[in-house]
């Protein structure tokens, strides 16, 4: 499908630095150097209740690991997916008396509006889930043949994933079985559906039933796809058997990125799946995760709608370190305004302290885990002593805007 519009960003001098990221499997932080492009498959919206704060942090921190591979001199290969079909969607369409064909297409419209909104670098493929349905059942099919997936004999023709076919089912998440069969009912699993070999089974097609979508499944026979082994062909598909980041919210940790690891290790015969599996914390609103469940939601075109700069929105959601949980506040906008005001104003003088230095110390930051706090405070040094009155470097003011243009995204 349609991604949505890029924008020039600053090329600036010298070469980034390597970027090390924090890996969700090997539970540390290690460098993330591809060898020639880098690689990266990110999970996409469900398109309804978008595109709020939580999802907008999530995309921030995915375009921060762009603009650094790419300040680095590497190309980036970058796919992001559109859950377009699956039960969430289904439910809130059926809540609201919508079709939930043009409750998705309304959503993902406004979710690329917003995206641009921020300047997030648009991913290279755009990708639904129903445009993938052909190739997601040419996958199940391989599983099942492969002896690695089931069909329940129950007659619905639900096809599910054997977690047992692979070895090393849990390196991703690093759970223990207690925690994993906590959390998979809280996550779209099905731990008590009869007929499973495994409680934690993740489910792969979803045959056919009366008032349901469905799709022509070949040998399958009609349904739609599960949710996890969506992402695992979609990233296949585009990005080939490995990839460096797989990424998302924390809230993916269990069961999406396992199994969709689980899927394409078996599919491939290679694993990792993905050198580096990469979560953003949540973002809450009043102590309580932002989620479409809990409808304690602000959104992005809400607060456009009111007028709000998107660049204090942007800055406001990188003032916290991405893997953190965090709670959105006015006071965190407040101070994003009052920062991007100072900024301005520096960017606007003759001259001030080392641009070349400032440069040096903001890719320092970014390329330690994506420590945006610590980048702020570098650039908000620059901008203090500048605005009183530093004048080492004319030529500082404007190698600090394409900085923070270039390697945060926020265009003053
Ligand atoms: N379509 C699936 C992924 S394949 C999905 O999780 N959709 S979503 O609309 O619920 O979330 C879209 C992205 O935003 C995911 O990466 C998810 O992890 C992330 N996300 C959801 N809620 C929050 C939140 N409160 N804070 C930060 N990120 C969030
Ligand atoms: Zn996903």
Not at 181 to 186: A, R, S
Not at 244 to 260: I, K, M, R, T, Y
Not at 313 to 319: H, N, Q, T, V
Request: hydrophobic share 40%; with cysteine; charged share 25%.
């Amino acid at each position: 499908m349609e991604s949505w519009a890029g924008h020039e960003v600053p090329r600036l001098p010298g070469r980034g630095e390597p970027l090390a990221l924090y890996d969700s499997a090997r539970q540390g932080v290690h460098p993330s150097e591809p060898a020639d492009a880098g690689s990266m498959y990110v999970c996409g919206i469900t398109p309804y209740d978008a595109t709020h704060l939580g999802h907008a942090a999530t995309m921030i921190t995915f375009d921060l690991v762009q603009r650094m591979w790419r300040d680095a001199g590497r190309p980036v290969r970058y796919v992001q997916n559109v859950t377009d079909i699956d039960d969430p969607l289904l439910e809130r369409a059926a809540r609201d008396g919508e079709d939930w064909v043009v409750l998705a297409m309304r959503e993902t419209a406004l979710f690329r509006e917003d995206m641009e909104a921020l300047r997030i670098i648009p991913p290279e493929h755009y990708v639904g889930a129903v445009e993938s349905i052909p190739d997601i059942a040419d996958k199940v099919e391989v599983l099942l043949k492969d002896g690695a997936a089931y069909r329940l004999d129950d007659g619905t023709g639900d096809v599910y994933f054997d977690i047992s076919a692979t070895p090393r089912f849990g390196y991703e998440s690093n759970l223990t079985r207690e925690q994993m069969l906590e959390i998979f009912p809280e996550r779209g699993g099905d731990p008590d559906r009869a007929g499973k070999r495994d409680p934690l089974d993740p489910l792969l097609w979803r045959g056919a039933r009366d008032g349901e979508p469905s799709w022509p499944g070949g040998e399958l026979g009609p349904g739609r796809p599960g949710w996890h082994i969506e992402c695992a062909v979609i990233a296949l598909n585009l990005l080939g058997d490995r990839i460096d980041v797989q990424g998302g919210g924390n809230d993916l940790l269990f069961p999406h990125h396992e199994a969709s690891a689980a899927h394409a290790e078996r599919l491939t015969g290679q694993a990792p799946f993905a050198e580096h599996y990469v979560h953003a914390g949540m973002i809450g609103l009043d102590g309580e995760k932002m989620s479409k469940s809990r409808g304690n939601l602000v959104f992005v075109s809400r607060l456009r709608a009111d007028k709000v700069d998107p660049m204090a929105i942007r800055l406001a959601l990188i003032s916290g370190h991405y893997r953190s949980d965090r709670t959105w506040t006015d006071d965190l906008l407040t101070a994003a305004y009052e920062r991007l005001d100072r900024w301005r104003r520096a960017a606007a003088a003759p001259a001030g302290p080392s641009g070349a230095e400032l440069l040096a110390e903001v890719r320092a930051r970014l390329a330690d885990d994506l420590d945006t706090p610590g980048a702020l405070a570098a650039a908000d040094r620059w901008a203090e002593a500048t605005l009183a009155g530093a004048t080492d470097d004319p030529d500082a003011p404007a190698l600090f805007a394409n900085t923070v243009d270039a390697l945060l995204g926020i265009r003053l």
